[in-house]
């Protein structure tokens, strides 16, 4: 079985499963007390369940330079002294945090803050080089996007970096960038048994990209969790752009879709969780989900993935099944 994929045509080899590490960086906090991160969490387990990843067969961790204020950063990099060499590496880049207060500030698309943003990542990774940096404004311009290609070109020619891309959820983006940007060879978008891009996935076809899958878990909705979440959980208090927690717990109008297809994603013993990851697998060649983690059990559930692998064809065909008949009716909304 192949537990490996390829990030598109920079051919760099990854785990089929990468580890997103949103969580692990603890609180953030925006506008009114608008929280931003997963709320708090224990560094120590935070670095057990990285090595835990690394153990069960994961090379590819995903952060960013604002998730906790670059406290991800800092954790992952502490996890992976000793073990630089055993992993793929890919941060972001556009948002703005202040570190001292843990609060967002903002957004900055600049060549020269890509630069500064880059600096102060690898200082909080302890390495020299990331081997993939992402824009991380969803919504930026094309044209502005597109402003960044010198920049990043020669972040690449320096040995900086290995490869960039851009995390949005737009196609129309993503077919504007990619061929104007010769090491561009990933688009991390939403995607998920619940909500297909079929757009991009084609986008990513047509330019050999790779499609780092984020929100793989519907951010815990496609999981067994159940808890009421806190007012520093970004769940809790879920802003307009994420649509699957009202007052910290599973919207019902999507748990009860998640009920839908959970028959068909657990037929083969798999854990939800796992069905749905291995539906990701099964969706397409190009696609590395990277679901969040906290603990190392949780770390122990997703990784199994990769021994057990895509969802098998039948199966498959089920959750579409299930799935059409949903979107017939207006109850699964594309990306």
């Given at each position: 079985m192949t537990t490996t994929r390829k990030l598109g045509r920079s051919g760099i080899e990854v785990s089929?499963?990468?580890?997103?590490?949103?969580?692990?960086?603890?609180?953030?906090?925006?506008?009114?007390r608008q929280p931003l991160g997963w709320g708090e969490v224990d560094d120590e387990e935070s670095v057990r369940a990285v090595h835990a990843a690394i153990e069960h067969g994961v090379t590819f961790f995903d952060t960013a330079s604002n998730y906790g204020a670059g406290h991800s950063e800092r954790v992952l990099g502490r996890a992976l002294a000793g073990r630089r060499d055993?992993?793929?590496?890919?941060?972001?880049f556009g948002y703005t945090a202040e570190e001292a207060t843990r609060r967002a500030t903002g957004e900055d698309h600049r060549p020269e803050y890509a630069v500064a943003s880059l600096e102060a990542s690898l200082r909080r990774l302890g390495t020299d080089h990331v081997d993939l940096l992402q824009l991380h404004l969803n919504d930026l311009a094309p044209a502005?996007?597109?402003?960044?290609?010198?920049?990043?070109?020669?972040m690449v020619t320096q040995g900086k970096i290995r490869a960039y891309g851009w995390s949005t959820d737009h196609p129309a983006s993503a077919a504007a960038f990619a061929p104007a940007a010769p090491h561009c060879t990933a688009i991390q978008h939403d995607q998920s048994v619940l909500r297909d891009n079929a757009d991009m996935l084609a986008v990513c076809d047509t330019y050999d990209?790779?499609?780092?899958?984020?929100?793989?878990?519907?951010?815990?909705?496609?999981?067994?969790?159940?808890?009421?979440?806190?007012?520093d959980?970004?769940?809790g208090r879920a802003p307009e752009w994420l649509p699957w927690f009202t007052d910290g717990?599973?919207?019902?109008?999507?748990?009860?879709?998640?009920?839908?297809?959970?028959?068909?994603?657990?037929?083969?013993?798999?854990?939800?969780?796992?069905?749905?990851?291995?539906?990701l697998l099964a969706r397409s060649p190009r696609t590395v989900p990277i679901p969040g983690f906290r603990t190392v059990a949780q770390v122990e559930e997703n990784t199994r993935v990769l021994t057990l692998g895509p969802l098998p064809a039948d199966a498959y065909d089920e959750v579409e099944r299930h799935l059409s008949a949903l979107r017939s009716n207006g109850a699964v909304t594309p990306a």
């Open positions: 089929a499963i990468g580890m997103g590490c949103w969580a692990i960086g603890g609180p953030l906090w925006g506008d009114y055993q992993v793929v590496i890919a941060t972001k502005l996007a597109l402003d960044l290609v010198d920049t990043l070109e020669s990209l790779a499609s780092i899958n984020r929100g793989p878990l519907a951010m815990g909705l496609l999981t067994a969790a159940t808890r009421s979440l806190g007012d959980d970004v769940r717990r599973p919207a019902p109008q999507w748990a009860q879709r998640v009920a839908r297809v959970r028959e068909a994603l657990t037929v083969d013993g798999r854990t939800l969780a796992q069905g749905a990851l291995g539906w």
